[in-house]
């Protein structure tokens, strides 16, 4: 954490809860199964978000690619959300009843 103490300037409150999230992770009283964490920034543009996640990733695990992110402006169609939750019922299938 000290890492990202001195990466990210200015947020020492979200770096707190961001530490106290990561120990309940760490604590392994998870299902092993699932994701250790799932964290949501949310915030006006310029406040570190990105740089954040990209730290973090560094710090866990020595690469910034590691976590997975979702950029919420890409979603702002509504048939993009597909992307991330899959076709809805009854879309599969759908370009074979649809004349050529």
Do not use: W
Not at 3 to 29: D, P, S
């Amino acid at each position: 954490m000290q890492h990202l103490g001195n990466r990210i300037i200015g947020q020492k409150e979200v770096l707190r809860q961001l530490r106290a999230a990561l120990t309940l992770a760490a604590a392994g009283v998870g299902d092993p199964d699932k994701p250790l964490c799932i964290m949501y920034f949310a915030g006006p543009t310029g406040v570190g978000k990105s740089e954040t996640v990209v730290a973090l990733a560094e710090a866990i695990h020595g690469n910034a690619e590691s976590l997975c992110r979702v950029d919420c402006n890409k979603l702002v169609e509504s048939h993009s959300i597909a992307s991330l939750t899959g076709a809805p019922p009854g879309y599969v299938g759908l370009r074979k009843t649809l004349p050529c």
